[in-house]
């Protein structure tokens, strides 16, 4: 975990030129699946720079560990008159209540958790009954991912995308 977060941190200046348009092509997908309610409480988990948290018009809170990220995120909510909350914490240990969030997403995130098990039990802990959570197609993990996410979930669709899988919960 140590050596991902070193990796995002150090990249943080450049993140959302390499990844923003990737993400956003996700967002636009997940975008006809989720509606949230301007009074839905939306969690981010693995928020990194804030791109995929100022998505959407509702209440929302983003985590990550990686703390260059999140300074990045910061300072774009500040310019813009946002009033998001980043929280630094890692997937595995969500620092609230049991089911605090109307809607929990984690864009890509899931294969550098260091225990994906436990991350998403957290997810699960946290969320009331609406979740969208992508995969890298790519990773090392991506069956033992499916399988968990299958697991605790009742998956109601599978997007496959360029580079993620999306489950819409």
Not at 7 to 30: D, P
Request: glycine share 4%.
């Amino acid at each position: 975990m140590a050596v991902i977060m070193t990796y995002y941190n150090q990249i943080s200046e450049g993140y959302e030129e390499l990844h923003k348009e990737e993400q956003l092509k996700k967002l636009r997908i997940i975008s006809r699946y989720l509606k949230p309610k301007k009074t839905d409480l939306l969690l981010d988990v693995g928020c990194g720079t804030g791109i995929t948290t100022e998505r959407w018009k509702c209440i929302k809170t983003g985590i990550d560990p990686a703390i260059k990220l999140l300074k990045k995120a910061k300072t774009k909510k500040a310019k813009e008159g946002k009033n998001t909350p980043y929280i630094n914490a890692e997937a595995e240990h969500l620092p609230f209540k049991n089911s605090s969030f109307d809607i929990v997403i984690s864009i890509t995130a899931i294969q550098n958790f260091h225990n994906i098990k436990k991350g998403i039990a957290e997810i699960k802990r946290v969320g009331k009954n609406k979740f969208i959570l992508t995969a890298l197609k790519k990773s090392k993990n991506i069956s033992k991912i499916k399988d968990l996410i299958e697991e605790n979930f009742k998956v109601k669709e599978t997007v496959e995308e360029d580079k993620d899988f999306i489950f819409i919960i």
